[in-house]
C-alpha cells in the first residue's frame, strides 16, 4: 500500500512529464497523414528572397504576392506575418525626409499624389473574393510592441459563449497596422505558448484579450472554410456546425502533428511560385491558404513532438486540416478516471496477492499490464482518444516493489525466526546430547565390571538427539546386569524422558534384582503413570550369570540381540518379547533365557544401526549387521563395537543420521 502511494505521489507531481513522454511517442509512432487536400501553406522563403528581396518586403511585392492568390480565388486566407509599421517607403514619408528649400512644392504636390501601396495592399486584404484573416498575439501588460485589448477591434459575431476559465488571458494585443487589421475579414490568435519543455502540442481555440473573446487563428479559417457560421462554446466544447472539438483545460486543441520532412516541405507551395505566374495557381482554388515566412533568419520556428524546427503556419495548416476533417485528439474525464481506476485494480490484484500469498494474482496484473500501453497506443490511433498508461503503470510498478519489499521483510523475519528456532533447537540438542552421554556408563566405568565378561558400548547421538541409552552394573551372587533402550520422540523431551526411565529402571532391577521380569513390570506400571503420553520406551534387559554363562533376557518392543560364537558365527536369538513399555498397563512381560558358551559375544542394538541410510535411501539392515559382526573374528567387545559402527558410519557416508545408533556387546569370557 505504501508503494502504491508513492507511486501516486510520483505521477501527481511529474504527470505532465511522464504523459507528455507517451503522448509524444503516439505523435512520433502515429504522425498525421500528409493531406493538402483542404488546407495549402504559401511560404516567403530562401527562394523567395533570392528572387524578391530581403525581408521585409516593399508593400507592393506583398500586395502582388496576395492578390495572385486571390485570383485562385481560395476559401479563405490566412496571413502569419505582421506589418506592425506604415510602408517606409510611401510617398508622404519620403517627402518628409526633405527640406522645403531642398524640395518645391509642386515636386513635393506631385509626389504625394503617387500610389500608397499601403493603400493598395489594404484593399486587396479587404477583397470579398478571398475573405482574409490576420494574425494577432496576446501580449502580456508592457509589451514594447503591445497595444491595450480595449483599443482593437474585435469580431464579436465570430464566437459564442464562454470558453475553459484556464483559456489564456492578456490584456495587451500584437497586431498589424489598423489600416491592414481592420481591412481584413476578421482576426484571430495564434497563441500557442509551449509548454514548459519548450515543446509546442496544441494551439488555442480562443484568447481573451481584454474584456473581448477572440478566435484561435486555426479555428477562425476552418470556420470561414465551413460556412461563417459563429462557433459556440459549450463548457470545454468549442461547437462548429455539427462538429463538437473537446479542448483541455486551457481552450486549446490537442490533434495529431507530423513531421517537417522532405515529404512535407515539397507541399509547402514557395511565394516565388505564385509571384513568377502569368495564371492564377490552381493548387489554391477552394482551400484555406495559409501565408507564412520560412526563410533563414525569421522567427516564425517553434519545436513540436516531431522535431525542433517546424514553421509556424505548418502547425496552424495541420490544425486547422484536423479541425475540417474531425480528426482532433480528446482526453475527456472517462479517460483519467479510467487510469484511476486501473490503477486501483491493479493496486487490488496487488495487495491481493501479497496479503493471501496467492500468486495466480500476478498474472492477471500483469497481463493488465502489458495490455496498457497497447491499447493506450490503439486508442490514439484508431479513435483518437488519449489515456495516459504510464500513470497506473507506475502505481502498479511501485505497488509491486511495496509487494516485493514486504514479502523480503515477512520472509525476512521468517527467516530471522527460523534462526533462532534452529539455534534454540540446537541448543537444545546439544543440552540432549550432553544429558542423555552424562547418563550412559563411560568405557572405563565398564571394563570394570565383571571378571568373566567384556563388555563394550558405544552411543552416537543423531543431529534430532533421540532417547537411545545403555547401562550395566553388577548385582549380588556374582551377576551382572545390563540393558538397553530407546525412547520414542526427539530432542530435549526425549532425552529428558530417557534420563528418567533409566533411573526407574535402575531402581526397579536393583529393587527387584531376583526377578527380572517383575522389575520390568513394574517399571512399565511406574512409567505408565507418566502424564506424557506421546512417549513410551523399548527395552531389552538382561542378566547374565557370569558362572555359568546363562543369560535371562525381557523384550519389550526393541530389537532382538545377535549372538556371535566364539568360531565367528552370527546369528539373532529370537526372542517373543512383549509391546513396548507404557503401551498396556500390567503386562506379563517373561523371561526368555540362553546359554553363553566361553568366547560368545551377546550384541544389542538400537534401530539406529537396523535403519541407517545412505544417500539412496538403502538401509543397512540386519543383514549388514550380521555381516559386519562375522568380519570380526575373536575380536574383543570393544573392538567389536567400534567395527561395527565404522561399517555403519561408512555406510551411510554424507547421509545425516536420522536416529541414534546404540551399540552394546557382552562377551563372555568364562573361567
Request: charged share 25%.
Amino acid at each position: 500500500m505504501i508503494g502504491a502511494l508513492i507511486g501516486s505521489l510520483i505521477t501527481w507531481i511529474g504527470q505532465d512529464f511522464e504523459r507528455r513522454l507517451v503522448f509524444d511517442a503516439w505523435q512520433r509512432a502515429d504522425a498525421r497523414e500528409l493531406m493538402d487536400d483542404q488546407v495549402v501553406v504559401v511560404m516567403i522563403d530562401d527562394n523567395s528572397i533570392a528572387a524578391y528581396g530581403q525581408w521585409p518586403w516593399t508593400r507592393f511585392n506583398v500586395a502582388k504576392l496576395l492578390f495572385k492568390m486571390t485570383q485562385a480565388q481560395p476559401s479563405a486566407i490566412g496571413i502569419d506575418i505582421y506589418f506592425l509599421k506604415e510602408d517606409p517607403n510611401r510617398p508622404d514619408a519620403f517627402v518628409e525626409n526633405y527640406l522645403d528649400t531642398e524640395i518645391d512644392s509642386s515636386l513635393k504636390s506631385q509626389i504625394t499624389s503617387l500610389p500608397n501601396f499601403d493603400d493598395f495592399l489594404s484593399d486587396i486584404i479587404a477583397s470579398p473574393q478571398s475573405p482574409s484573416v490576420l494574425a494577432r498575439v496576446a501580449e502580456p501588460e508592457g509589451s514594447p510592441l503591445g497595444v491595450p485589448a480595449q483599443e482593437m477591434t474585435f469580431n464579436t459575431s465570430a464566437v459564442e459563449g464562454e470558453p475553459p476559465p484556464g483559456t489564456l488571458s492578456r490584456p495587451e494585443v500584437l497586431a498589424s497596422i489598423s489600416k491592414f487589421d481592420t481591412s481584413a475579414f476578421s482576426q484571430a490568435f495564434v497563441n500557442g505558448p509551449p509548454d514548459d519543455d519548450g515543446i509546442l502540442r496544441r494551439v488555442p481555440l480562443a484568447v481573451r484579450a481584454g474584456g473581448n473573446i477572440g478566435n484561435g487563428f486555426a479555428v477562425e479559417l476552418a470556420r470561414i472554410k465551413a460556412g461563417g457560421e459563429p462557433v459556440r462554446w459549450d463548457g470545454r466544447t468549442l461547437k462548429m456546425g455539427n462538429r463538437a472539438i473537446p479542448s483541455d483545460e486551457s481552450g486549446s486543441l490537442l490533434f495529431k502533428m507530423s513531421p517537417y520532412d522532405e515529404k512535407y516541405e515539397s507541399r509547402v507551395i514557395p511565394a516565388v511560385q505564385i509571384m513568377n505566374s502569368e495564371e492564377p495557381d490552381e493548387r489554391l482554388r477552394g482551400k484555406v491558404v495559409i501565408l507564412g515566412l520560412a526563410a533563414t533568419g525569421t522567427y516564425d520556428i517553434v519545436a513540436t513532438p516531431h522535431g525542433s524546427e517546424i514553421p509556424g503556419p505548418v502547425v496552424q495548416a495541420q490544425a486547422v486540416d484536423a479541425i475540417l476533417k474531425g480528426e482532433w485528439l480528446a482526453y475527456p474525464s472517462s479517460s483519467k478516471a479510467l487510469e484511476v481506476a486501473v490503477a486501483i485494480g491493479l493496486v487490488a490484484l496487488l495487495l491481493g496477492a501479497s496479503l493471501t500469498f496467492n500468486n495466480w494474482l500476478l498474472a492477471p496484473a500483469a497481463a493488465i499490464g502489458l495490455a496498457l500501453p497497447v491499447g493506450s497506443y490503439l486508442a490514439y490511433a484508431q479513435a483518437n482518444l488519449l489515456f495516459d498508461p504510464a500513470r497506473p503503470l507506475i502505481v502498479a510498478i511501485f505497488a509491486a516493489l511495496g509487494l516485493l519489499l514486504a514479502r523480503y521483510a515477512i520472509a525476512l523475519q521468517e527467516l530471522v525466526a527460523q534462526r533462532i528456532r534452529e539455534a534454540e533447537q540446537k541448543k537444545e540438542n546439544e543440552n540432549a546430547r550432553d544429558l542423555q552421554l552424562r547418563m550412559v556408563p563411560s568405557p572405563e566405568r565398564l571394563a570394570d565390571l565383571g571378571r568373566r565378561t567384556e563388555i563394550g558400548a558405544k552411543l552416537r547421538p543423531a543431529k534430532s538427539v533421540g532417547g537411545d541409552f545403555y547401562d550395566a552394573f553388577e548385582l549380588e551372587d556374582d551377576r551382572l546386569l545390563f540393558l538397553v533402550g530407546d525412547v520414542s520422540g526427539k530432542g530435549l523431551g526425549a532425552a529428558l524422558f530417557m534420563a528418567f526411565s533409566k533411573t526407574a529402571a535402575k531402581s526397579k532391577f536393583l529393587s527387584h534384582g531376583a526377578r527380572l521380569d517383575d522389575a520390568v513390570i513394574a517399571l512399565n506400571d511406574e512409567l505408565s503413570r507418566e502424564e506424557d503420553d506421546a512417549m513410551d520406551l523399548t527395552l531389552l534387559a538382561g542378566v547374565i550369570d557370569c558362572a555359568s554363562g546363562k543369560v535371562e533376557m525381557v523384550n519389550a518392543g526393541h530389537e532382538n540381540p545377535l549372538r556371535v560364537y566364539a568360531e565367528g558365527k552370527v546369528e539373532m536369538v529370537n526372542l517373543r518379547g512383549g509391546p513396548r513399555l507404557r503401551s498396556f498397563d500390567g503386562f506379563p512381560y517373561q523371561i526368555e533365557s540362553v546359554q553363553l558358551e566361553q568366547g560368545d559375544t551377546l550384541v544389542l542394538i538400537s534401530d539406529g544401526a537396523t535403519d541407517a541410510e545412505n544417500l539412496q535411501k538403502a538401509q543397512f539392515g540386519f543383514d549388514g549387521v550380521i555381516k559386519a559382526l562375522e568380519e570380526q573374528q575373536g575380536a574383543s567387545a570393544g573392538a567389536r563395537v567400534q567395527y561395527l559402527a565404522d561399517r555403519i558410519a561408512q555406510f551411510e557416508g554424507d547421509a545425516d543420521p536420522a536416529d541414534d545408533l546404540t551399540i552394546f556387546a557382552l562377551r563372555y569370557l568364562g573361567e
